[in-house]
Nanobody
């Protein structure tokens, strides 16, 4: 499966941005999906995850209440709505596909996209 993240850009603090992750080569409808980010000089950080039907969602502590993950299985796409952006949110954002339906318990993120840059100015 190929994952293509898009929607990144340069915004000001307090702005909103929506990222998209379009999958091709395989349906993602049967798999959990997630977003991660990596800032320069920092380790990759978990941002959010969503189960195969979108019922269960997980968020990293730093984005809770500001980011919302969603999915449209008919369009084979996952979204990350980001609001109240802060300079600390500046990073390359990656989407990833799990090899199981759920976002807790076993399984792993097996496929990764190229990433999209998000830069938040103060």
């Amino acid at each position: 499966v190929q994952l293509q993240a898009s929607g990144g850009g340069l915004v000001q603090a307090g702005d909103s941005l929506r990222l998209s992750c379009a999958a091709s080569g395989r349906t993602i409808a049967d798999y959990g999906m997630g977003w991660f980010r990596q800032a320069p000089g920092k380790e990759r950080e978990f941002v959010a995850a969503i189960s195969w039907r979108g019922v269960n969602k997980l968020y990293g502590d730093s984005v809770k209440g500001r980011f919302t993950i969603s999915r449209d299985n008919a369009k084979n796409t996952v979204f990350l709505q980001m609001s109240s952006l802060k300079p600390d949110d500046t990073a390359v954002y990656y989407c990833a596909s799990r090899n199981v339906r759920h976002v807790t318990g076993g399984g792993e993120y097996r496929y990764w996209g190229q990433g999209t840059q998000v830069t938040v100015s103060s």
